[in-house]
């Protein structure tokens, strides 16, 4: 093959590769896939930098809320909660900087201590957190558990 044929055979590798790699956004698994390998790039949690920490406002990992019907990813920065559906989880924490897991993959979770006295709330409650356990599990993300207020 002369060297005229083998440049562009070769871009035309490289286009197909790059293309062929990135994620679209009309398929969901690729997404996902995708941000759970980004946050599997993150090392595993380091217990010695938060076990013990007697204060968790001092917390600099990501802080998850649960509610009723959604999640809250809590921005330390800011002190804003950004209400998510349970599935958007991978995906919010695939966002956030590489700065905001200083222990590693290791999130806070705690339930929101509001809450109506109805068994339908408890009931939805144990649902999101069986989710949200169950999708920090997949992306092997350590769990540090906060009791309710």
Request: with cysteine.
């Amino acid at each position: 093959m002369s060297e005229w044929h083998l440049g562009p055979l070769t871009a035309l590798i490289v286009v197909f590769v790059a293309c062929s790699s990135t994620p679209k956004a009309d398929d969901p698994a690729a997404l996902e896939a995708s941000a759970t390998a980004h946050i599997l790039s993150i090392p595993p949690a380091n217990a010695a930098r938060y076990q013990g920490m007697a204060d968790m406002k001092n917390w600099r990992n990501p802080y998850l809320i649960i509610n009723t019907d959604s999640v809250a990813l809590l921005d330390s920065d800011n002190h804003e909660e950004h209400l998510l559906k349970p599935e958007q989880l991978t995906q919010a924490l695939a966002n956030l900087p590489p700065s905001a897991w200083p222990y590693g993959r290791v999130v806070a979770v705690t339930e929101n201590g509001v809450r109506g006295s109805s068994n339908d709330d408890v009931v939805k409650i144990r649902k999101v957190r069986a989710i949200v356990a169950g999708t920090l599990e997949d992306m092997h993300v350590a769990i540090t558990w906060i009791p309710s207020a």
